[in-house]
């Protein structure tokens, strides 16, 4: 028994696609899972806009949250076969793996951006505020939650079992490459988890690989490496992106100038004034917005309206490649043009960049900012991945950044107003990608 | 349009050279702290507060030509050194945006060794807590950079400093 919570008389399993099953034998993840703010996680999908370009990528946070919490469990066992794990220090790890996520609101990244919120704070007022599942954790002792939240903060002391929830190589990381992968049906992703977990040994600070392990980790990294390009940074989904926060721009300035929404958007108002409470952020999900952007689509404000419609029936952005480098005359004559073409360039003219996107690259030390990964030899020493893998330097060293240029390509093309300034528009566009 | 790179590019420029990629990040997330509107994440690293998006942010800035990056190998690590080049300075000057005006405060930060910077955003970081508490946490979990007591002391009379020397910027 830690604390209020033993055994289940029985073990419970999950089937999922992924690990094919999930495994829980102690009471108290049972208890987490049934909470109504992990829950809450099935109406949140794990890849925002992805579905709109891959159609299967609607699975939610709550079945990665599972799948990380299930690596964690096989990382314990394999570890207890060499190590002595605490029982309190292995119930922190489980709790914190399944709950790693549970502050992630609907499109999570676009939000973020918006309202210049964070989710990892949610995380952290999930697990220690009046919630039911600060109530479940608090019946293990008085630390345990605090203990939770401060693993997935990172500032937890004991640094092995931060890292193996968020380091380079991470439960969190394996869970979310091999669902993506399944989930959006590419071919990339996939790499021998079990050959990983085999090789992982714990020591002060992280888990190491064996040396003997190294190939199975540069697949990892080379998977890692493909589905950023592949699918997070695809650039129909970055479309499905700019339009879903130009509607949530658009309708925050709306509010602000006193236009009158014919439904009110309650659900928005705390949001607007940037004096959102718990209780308010746990109302919002994923179905929330969906039913806005629907009744939006008849609001008499025609930007609001146009992007609501773009988004729901998927009449997204073109985009060209850019340079900012050279391309900054043009951009700047275009928005003119679009002035003149009556079409809002504040909605319509958007320049993205990759490093507005969230996912990581695999790096190397740089002044010890993050950990790398690092191999144990045969003598004992650790050496950073890349300085034995010629896989892995090869694709540290790549440029790993890009621009798009996104546009209403309909709008432009209908010649019944403005003609000869929206051809001119045309021209210049195509000629950016030069 | 790349309001952010802006910002960033803004900051580098008031700051003239930023000696260390560890400087670098403290120092925009102390900025981030004082109020100055700067929107990449940061999360808590081993060297205190980071951000990854800043790290992207830069290294897409470098491969554009904005930024000039050095690298400087020294015994176990390689230094980068960040400066404003032409292509830079030539973005800037058409960018649209409101240029902040903190050029005090970037110097003040940019003149502190990366070492104080790292333990001045770990105080930061954990602003909401207690000054007991928060010395429990610099020194269990920064216990390999040796802070003393003192240390934490010049850090917390550090950002009273910057705090009213900032008022009103």
Same mark, same amino acid.
């Given at each position: 028994?830690?604390?209020?919570?033993?055994?289940?008389?029985?073990?419970?399993?999950?089937?999922? !696609?992924?690990?094919?099953?999930?495994?829980?034998?102690?009471?108290?993840?049972?208890?987490?899972?049934?909470?109504?703010?992990?829950?809450?996680?099935?109406?949140?999908?794990?890849?925002?806009?992805?579905?709109?370009?891959?159609?299967?990528?609607?699975?939610?946070?709550?079945?990665?949250?599972?799948?990380?919490?299930?690596?964690?469990?096989?990382?314990?066992?394999?570890?207890?076969?060499?190590?002595?794990?605490?029982?309190?220090?292995?119930?922190?790890?489980?709790?914190?793996?399944?709950?790693?996520? +549970?502050?992630?609101?609907?499109?999570?990244?676009?939000?973020?951006?918006?309202?210049?919120?964070?989710?990892?704070?949610?995380?952290?007022?999930?697990?220690?505020?009046?919630?039911?599942?600060?109530?479940?954790?608090?019946?293990?002792?008085?630390?345990?939650?605090?203990?939770?939240?401060?693993?997935?903060?990172?500032?937890?002391?004991?640094?092995?079992?931060?890292?193996?929830?968020?380091?380079?190589?991470?439960?969190?990381?394996?869970?979310?490459?091999?669902?993506?992968?399944?989930?959006?049906?590419?071919? @990339?992703?996939?790499?021998?988890?079990?050959?990983?977990?085999?090789?992982?040994?714990?020591?002060?600070?992280?888990?190491?690989?064996?040396?003997?392990?190294?190939?199975?980790?540069?697949?990892?990294? =080379?998977?890692?490496?493909?589905?950023?390009?592949?699918?997070?940074?695809? !650039? +129909?989904?970055?479309?499905?992106?700019?339009?879903?926060?130009?509607?949530?721009?658009?309708?925050?300035?709306?509010?602000?100038?006193?236009?009158?929404?014919?439904?009110?958007?309650?659900?928005? @108002?705390?949001?607007?004034?940037?004096? =959102?409470?718990?209780?308010?952020?746990?109302?919002?999900?994923?179905?929330?917005? =969906?039913?806005?952007?629907?009744?939006?689509?008849?609001?008499?404000?025609?930007?609001?309206?146009?992007?609501?419609?773009?988004?729901?029936?998927?009449?997204?952005?073109?985009?060209?490649?850019?340079?900012?480098?050279?391309? =900054?005359?043009?951009?700047?004559?275009?928005?003119?043009?679009?002035?003149?073409?009556?079409?809002?360039?504040?909605?319509?003219?958007?320049?993205?960049?990759?490093?507005?996107?969230?996912?990581?690259?695999?790096? !190397?030390?740089?002044?010890?900012?993050?950990?790398?990964?690092?191999?144990?030899?045969?003598?004992?020493?650790?050496?950073?991945?890349?300085?034995?893998?010629? +896989?892995?330097?090869?694709?540290?060293?790549?440029?790993?950044?890009?621009?798009?240029?996104?546009? !209403?390509?309909?709008?432009?093309?209908?010649?019944?107003?403005?003609?000869?300034?929206?051809?001119?528009?045309?021209?210049?566009?195509?000629?950016?990608?030069? | 349009?790349?309001?952010?790179?802006?910002?960033?590019?803004?900051?580098?420029?008031?700051?003239?050279?930023?000696?260390?990629?560890?400087?670098?990040?403290?120092?925009?997330?102390?900025? &981030?702290?004082?109020?100055?509107?700067?929107?990449?994440?940061?999360?808590?690293?081993?060297?205190?507060?980071?951000?990854?998006?800043?790290?992207?942010?830069?290294?897409?800035?470098?491969?554009?030509?904005?930024?000039?990056?050095?690298?400087?190998?020294?015994?176990?690590?390689?230094?980068?050194?960040?400066?404003?080049?032409?292509?830079?300075? &030539?973005?800037?000057?058409?960018?649209?945006?409101?240029?902040?005006?903190?050029?005090?405060?970037?110097?003040?930060?940019?003149?502190?060794?990366?070492?104080?910077?790292?333990?001045?955003?770990?105080?930061?970081?954990?602003?909401?807590?207690?000054?007991?508490?928060?010395?429990?946490?610099?020194?269990?979990?920064?216990?390999?950079?040796?802070?003393?007591?003192?240390?934490?002391?010049?850090?917390?009379?550090?950002?009273?400093?910057?705090?009213?020397?900032?008022?009103?910027?």
């Amino acid at each position: 028994m830690v604390g209020c919570y033993g055994k289940l008389p029985e073990e419970k399993v999950f089937k999922d !696609p992924v690990h094919r099953y999930i495994h829980v034998r102690d009471e108290l993840i049972w208890a987490l899972v049934g909470t109504r703010e992990f829950q809450r996680l099935r109406r949140i999908r794990q890849l925002g806009t992805t579905y709109l370009t891959f159609h299967g990528a609607e699975h939610t946070r709550f079945n990665h949250s599972l799948g990380v919490y299930e690596i964690m469990r096989r990382m314990l066992d394999n570890f207890e076969e060499s190590d002595t794990w605490d029982a309190r220090e292995r119930l922190i790890c489980l709790a914190s793996a399944l709950l790693h996520d +549970v502050g992630h609101g609907p499109f999570s990244h676009s939000f973020e951006k918006v309202f210049h919120m964070d989710h990892e704070a949610w995380t952290r007022q999930i697990i220690l505020g009046d919630t039911e599942i600060h109530r479940v954790l608090a019946g293990v002792d008085d630390q345990f939650a605090q203990d939770v939240a401060d693993v997935i903060d990172k500032t937890y002391p004991n640094k092995l079992v931060v890292s193996l929830i968020s380091s380079q190589i991470d439960a969190d990381r394996m869970d979310y490459l091999q669902r993506d992968a399944f989930y959006t049906g590419v071919s @990339y992703g996939h790499f021998d988890m079990e050959r990983i977990l085999r090789v992982m040994r714990p020591t002060e600070d992280q888990a190491v690989i064996k040396l003997s392990g190294m190939h199975a980790v540069e697949d990892y990294i =080379m998977s890692r490496y493909q589905m950023y390009w592949q699918v997070y940074f695809h !650039p +129909v989904t970055r479309s499905a992106e700019v339009i879903l926060s130009r509607i949530l721009h658009r309708a925050k300035k709306l509010y602000h100038d006193g236009y009158q929404f014919q439904d009110e958007p309650k659900h928005f @108002y705390s949001l607007f004034h940037g004096s =959102m409470t718990l209780s308010d952020y746990l109302k919002l999900d994923e179905s929330v917005i =969906m039913f806005y952007f629907q009744i939006w689509q008849e609001e008499t404000d025609p930007i609001l309206s146009d992007l609501c419609q773009r988004f729901l029936d998927r009449r997204l952005f073109k985009y060209v490649e850019c340079d900012p480098s050279t391309q =900054m005359n043009h951009w700047l004559e275009l928005r003119d043009l679009f002035v003149q073409a009556e079409i809002d360039p504040e909605y319509y003219f958007i320049i993205d960049s990759s490093s507005d996107l969230p996912y990581d690259f695999y790096r !190397p030390g740089e002044e010890e900012e993050r950990l790398p990964i690092h191999l144990l030899m045969p003598g004992g020493e650790f050496r950073e991945l890349s300085r034995e893998s010629d +896989v892995v330097e090869a694709i540290s060293g790549k440029k790993r950044t890009d621009h798009k240029l996104y546009f !209403p390509l309909d709008l432009l093309e209908d010649d019944r107003t403005h003609a000869d300034t929206k051809k001119k528009i045309l021209t210049l566009l195509m000629s950016q990608e030069g | 349009m790349l309001q952010d790179h802006a910002k960033l590019l803004t900051l580098i420029r008031q700051a003239g050279e930023v000696v260390g990629r560890k400087k670098l990040q403290k120092l925009v997330y102390i900025a &981030k702290k004082m109020n100055l509107p700067i929107y990449e994440r940061y999360q808590f690293h081993i060297y205190g507060p980071y951000s990854e998006e800043l790290t992207l942010r830069i290294e897409e800035m470098c491969n554009l030509g904005f930024l000039h990056e050095q690298q400087e190998a020294k015994s176990n690590y390689i230094q980068y050194r960040y400066s404003l080049s032409e292509e830079g300075d &030539k973005f800037l000057s058409m960018a649209p945006y409101e240029r902040p005006k903190h050029q005090e405060l970037i110097e003040t930060l940019n003149e502190q060794s990366a070492k104080f910077l790292e333990l001045v955003s770990t105080v930061l970081y954990f602003e909401e807590l207690s000054k007991a508490e928060v010395k429990e946490k610099v020194f269990t979990l920064k216990r390999k950079q040796n802070y003393t007591d003192e240390d934490v002391e010049r850090a917390y009379d550090f950002i009273e400093e910057i705090r009213t020397g900032n008022k009103g910027a």
